[in-house]
């Protein structure tokens, strides 16, 4: 084989001069319920996800994590404000075409693996670029799975695989269709620490050698740590960033937002 396969945007130079974001949110804001039951799930975020860039969003129970990541992938809506993956703006899409560019052009890897308990986990991992309609590129999908180290379970079924292989299928299953962004919300949060390090170390690789662009939630420090940045979440506010994060510093910041 003559190199490795890159996902197809790393044609930006990775030092070049600033490149459209991945996804980008401004002054996002969501709303939950009317009148007198209205929560403001997020208010006013502004949000860049630089292009093959890692980014861990982190905040109390309650701020508005998950609500941020479904706008951010087009799994819901915002009230007001602008969503943007790449320099395509959601809003501006029906639903169908929103369900078309998730399929395409976004991947996701859940708490609760959401694999198909049906299919093999080879069969898992080609799910979206079949329901795409492509075909996977054969040396990026072995790159793939070999990154992850599920060659000898890929004839398996989830129920035959432990939670860090269940997690490890759907890691390979969002990279498989080389998307633009990869959405994690608490990926680790099922798993022990050793397999969670495992995928963790598999995000941060793709991120690394691929180019991969990935959002990921966590309540975590220690998983944080994994990230290039870390956006701090309160009451559906973005009140602060923290670059190069280390799991101590990180523990620490969020000591100060629990108060
Ligand atoms: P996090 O992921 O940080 O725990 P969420 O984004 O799930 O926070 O929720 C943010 C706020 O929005 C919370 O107050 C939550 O109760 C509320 N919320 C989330 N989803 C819904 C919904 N579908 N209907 C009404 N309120 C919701
Ligand atoms: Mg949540």
Redesign the pocket.
Known sequence: MSSTPTLPRDSTPPNGPATTPAARAVAMT?V??RSDTQ?T?LDSVDLDVGTGSFVAIM??????????M?CLAGLDRPTSGRVFLGDVELAALSDRKLTLLRRERIGFVFQSFNLMPTLNAYENITLPSVLAGRRPDADWLDTVIDVVGLGDRLGHRPSELSGGQQQRVAVARALANEPEVIFADEPTGNLDQRSGDDVLGFLRHAVDRFGATIVM?THDARAAAFADRVTF?VD?RVIDHLDDPTAPVVLDRLKTLEV
């Open positions: 969501k939950y319920g929560v799930a905040g109390p129970s309650g701020s508005g994590k998950s609500t941020l479904h939630v979440l559906g």
